[in-house]
């Protein structure tokens, strides 16, 4: 199965911040489908970018997705306090589907 | 508006099994397959399996292969997943999330439900 390592564990930032998250395959993900998730504590995950970079219906312009192959980012331009939670990708081209194992966001 | 209302928390024994349910609204359920993912608390999210939304066809993860099986009740809109013999390690929120097809990303969740295994 396609691993996924994200980095870095934790990112340490202000608000009005700019975030880059990474997300590294084992092998390159078939078709670029390679999804980001956002996910507040007791709350499910929710879909920011889908095939590796469009944005899911209702996410703000500031979240982008980027990358192809083994090599992809979430970049969010300007945080807002909302925006400090735990990001996940997630691999959909090669089954089995295969998540990161996050990245926490949170103020510096 | 899509909604995903998933049954409530479980605590089982050991070697029990658990069935929770998921229930769509706000889409035309034939339209879209259901996938099941789980959290283990305080940790990442792992994919379990997915069923069509139109025609019961289902893939499952061989990590539980076996053990899981995934079911849709069409006239009711309703999908089912069942974890049998289990294990204290299996302790975990379950989500359901639909997806267009089997190779998709997951555009709405339910609101998960926690599985708890303790003797």
Redesign the interface.
């Known amino acids: 199965e396609i691993v996924l390592t994200q980095s870095p564990a934790t990112l340490s930032l202000s608000p009005g911040g700019r975030a880059t998250l990474s997300c590294g395959a084992s092998q390159s993900v078939s078709n670029n489908y390679l999804a980001w998730y956002q996910q507040k504590p007791g709350l499910a995950p929710r879909l920011l970018i889908y095939d590796a970079s469009s944005r899911a219906t209702g996410i703000p312009d500031r979240f982008s997705g980027s990358g192809s192959g083994t090599d992809f980012t979430l970049t969010i331009s300007r945080l807002e306090p909302e925006d400090f939670a735990v990001y996940y990708c997630q691999q959909y081209g090669t089954a089995p589907s295969t998540f990161g194992q996050g990245t926490k966001v949170d103020i510096k | 508006q899509v909604h995903l209302v998933q049954s409530g928390a479980e605590v089982k024994e050991p070697g029990a099994s658990v069935k929770v349910s998921c229930k769509a609204s706000g889409y035309t359920f034939v339209s879209y397959g259901i996938?099941w993912v789980r959290q283990v608390p305080g940790q990442?999210?792992?994919?379990m399996g997915w069923i069509s939304g139109y025609n019961y066809r289902t893939?499952y993860?061989?990590k539980f292969q076996g053990r899981v099986t995934v079911t849709t009740e069409i006239s009711t809109g309703t999908a089912y997943m069942e974890l049998r013999s289990l294990r204290n390690d299996d302790t975990a929120v379950y989500?359901c999330a639909r997806v267009r097809w089997?190779?998709?990303?997951?555009?709405?969740?339910?609101?998960?439900t926690l599985v708890t295994v303790s003797s």
């Open positions: 996938s990442g999210l792992e994919w893939d993860s061989q989500y089997a190779a998709d990303a997951f555009d709405y969740w339910g609101q998960g």
